[in-house]
């Protein structure tokens, strides 16, 4: 140890609190332990050390400034040798009486002060009786059912009360939860909840499942207490015996938090090769919107950062919590998570959030804007109060979202300067890393491997990000004009660039890098991109340099007029993807190459059609080093480098320490191929209908373009001036979703309808991603 006079303290669950806390005689609990510490802090270098075994604590463990050490004198609270100790959340349930109850369900009673939504066997969460039953092999839920909280399913149940009803967004971002209030008189469910969703809209009619309900209780796996008679039910699996397992179940929601403040923060404490588990669910308190992101938000985690600086957790592993994993909350500066492991949390994995009232002129919804004039112009932050400066390294984040649908293995906001570097993350219902506004920039994601994303959602990334920052509006047209008056909006919160540097993507179910709404002041270099290629929509000053998209390309959507973005050196594997994009493109589109396997080398005129730019980019054979093997650097020779591209590494994505690389999973890697095709009977043709031009919504590109629940509707490519359509107010790039109460997945249905002459009839359209009823009289 490095500080003077170096204390050391021990802590056994088989120890005493009345002991002194050495060696051969430690205390019982991490609170003696703080205690003995106290005295001691920022005075002597100090550690910890925590025997094998669980500590189930009474109240989440909090450090303030009092505890703090300091540079010279650190405390560090750390696993003694290659024990094992468990910091628990929850409570074992000891002197279980398990009696058969009925069809393989065995029933005990427990204590009465017991309420719980998460019950541990031998180390396993269990599964919260429900329906459907639980099915691995079901990406959105683990099962689904339309009829999940229909009056005919209800009529099942005696009293639904205290249960849960999930359901994705209607358009797929993310989800809401609802927790069962009781039953109408016509058995009808009743609900509270749905706040967990900042987006708004409705829940989806199909992907739905509810939860806690007692006669749901009908499969292996599954449980339900019974708050009412202090009876916990449970259906072992096949060969399990309840008379010897170990039964826990979750009571506190927080297990360690750093409180401090910009003031007084707690500093240089760490802890070291711990286990963390059993910290309750917090879906129903996700109730804080964040700002104009899809999100929001908990305040809270496993582990709490608030107010902290210089603190770290070093190889820790936190396993099946119930909501967010680490939670680094309002101002916290150097905080470090390195060489640990998070599994199977309810929530985000790592959350990197600050205060809204850091930012100036916040809004906190996607429809809210501002007249420029009372736009505050000053950039930057207006308080300190955020995350900073801090870094993630060598992690190895999978499974997350297990309860909440709307969260990231990493989230980023309200923040500035953070730094995600050789991290794993993969199982994910969302982003791997989203980074949801420009406040305030500086961030550096690095060397990661994130795949297999987006697993229960739609539209989106492994990587994601916002900027719906002070500029942002969402029609194309209003920032255009409000950009020309003041110039100096688009990069007001993002004062730092973003950089994307040397990963690794794959999403199959969105892009592998999704820069959205307003994105702008990215620098995207030495990616290898897996499957979908890169989306860059509304947005500012994103350079796009050096990147390799294989088996997929870049998907420009709805630019800004001044957008100041660069495409260049990049190899591609198809054409581009635009959407709503007028030629010629932007700032800097060139220098571009098309992978075409077995090609001669020649002009890229595909590209040079589409972006009215790449004058100097070329087609052909890019000739790859080994692909199959997931090395995409170019042999010498290749007409690539004569471009300028420039080959980087590819063996040094995701985490790096022994132990975190013995259990990581790498991605598929895709054989070559061409970029996904429409689906069936969706093609580009333009129709008449009504004297307006109309086709298709052609694919996911443009149902992210439009901001579509799926990929239906059909696209007014063009109405005339005078007519029935134009005078109620239909306009181009309209998308026509239903006419009266009849769907129009596709241009055939709307062909079909010959309205009567002086007929009013109902028409809905979908315009700046909210539906617009109109009536038009023909």
Known sequence: MTGTNAADFYVSPQGSDANPGTLATPFATLQ??????????????????????????PKPLIFEAADSGSATAPIIYQAYGKEIPVVSGGVKLSGLAWKPYKDGIF????????????????????????????????????????DAISKERAARWADPTGGYVHMMHASMWGGYTF????????????????????????????????????????????????????????????GLDLAPA????????????????????????????????????????????????????????????????DCALDRVLIDQVG??????????????????????????????IG?????????????????????????????????????????LIHLTGR???????????????????????????????????????????????????????????SFNSWGRDRYWRPGIGEVDAVVKKAPDLPLLDVVKPITLRNNRWRCDHGWDIDLDDGSSNYIITNNLCLNRGIKNREGFARQVTNNVIANSSFFPHVWYAQANSVFSRNIIFAPYGPVGMKAPWDREMDHNFLHQPGAETGPATTLQSLSGRDEHSLAGDADFVAPERGDYRVKPGSPALVLGFKNFPMDQFGVTSPALKAVARTPVLPGNRKTASRPAGRDGKIATWQGARVRNILDEGEMSA?????????????????????????????????????????????????????????????????????????
């Open 32 to 57: 003696r332990a703080q205690q003995a510490v106290r005295p001691l802090a920022g005075k002597a270098a100090v550690r910890i050390f925590l025997r094998g075994g669980e500590y189930y604590l």
């Open 246 to 309: 170990t039964v826990e179940a979750t009571r506190l929601r927080s297990l360690v938090e750093f409180r401090g403040g910009e003031a007084k923060p707690v500093r240089f404490i760490a802890l070291q090769g711990l286990t963390f588990r059993h910290a309750a669910r917090t879906v129903m308190e996700t109730k804080e919107p964040l700002l104009r992101t899809d999100w929001a938000i908990y305040r809270g985690g496993a582990i709490l950062f608030d107010g902290a600086e």
């Open 355 to 395: 205060d809204p009232k850091a930012a100036r002129s916040p809004l906190s919804h996607y429809e809210q804007v501002q007249p420029l004039e009372k736009i505050d112009r000053t950039p930057g932050p207006q308080t300190n109060n955020y995350p900073a400066d801090c870094l993630v390294e060598d992690t």
């Open 107 to 146: 029933e005990t009673q427990v204590p009465a002060d017991l309420h719980t939504e998460e019950i541990f066997v031998n180390g396993r969460r269990q599964i919260l009786a429900r329906y459907p039953n639980f099915d691995a092999g079901t990406l959105i839920f683990n099962g689904f059912a339309p």
């Open 403 to 461: 309860v909440e649908k709307q969260t990231a293995g990493i989230e980023i906001d309200l923040a500035q300067d953070i730094t995600v570097r050789h991290c794993s993350i993969y199982d994910v219902p969302r982003a791997g890393i989203n980074i949801g506004d420009g406040c305030w920039g500086g961030h550096v994601i690095e060397y990661c491997d994130v795949f297999d994303t987006v697993l229960e959602t739609g539209d989106h990334g």
């Open 323 to 352: 909501g967010t994993a680490v939670f680094v909350n309002d101002y916290n500066r150097r905080i470090t998570i390195r060489g640990s492991h998070i599994s199977e949390a309810g929530a985000n994995g790592i959350a990197f």
């Open 179 to 238: 927790r069962i209030t009781g039953k109408t008189a016509d058995g009808a469910v009743t609900m509270e909840g749905g706040w967990q969703n900042n987006r708004g809209g409705p829940p989806h009619e199909k992907y739905r499942m509810v939860e806690n309900i007692f006669e749901e209780l009908d499969a292996p796996g599954e449980w339900f207490l019974n708050d009412r008679t202090h009876t916990l039910y449970f259906y072992p699996p096949a």
């Open 706 to 778: 439009y901001g579509l629940p799926g990929i239906v509707g059909v696209l007014v490519v063009s109405v005339p001036p005078g007519s029935p359509l134009a005078q109620a107010g239909v306009r181009n790039n309209d998308v026509i979703l239903r006419y009266a109460q009849t769907p129009i997945t596709a241009l055939p249905d709307l062909l079909r309808i010959a309205p009567k002459t002086n007929a009013t009839a109902a028409l809905t359209i979908f315009r700046t991603q909210h539906e617009v009823p109109l009536n038009v009289k023909f």
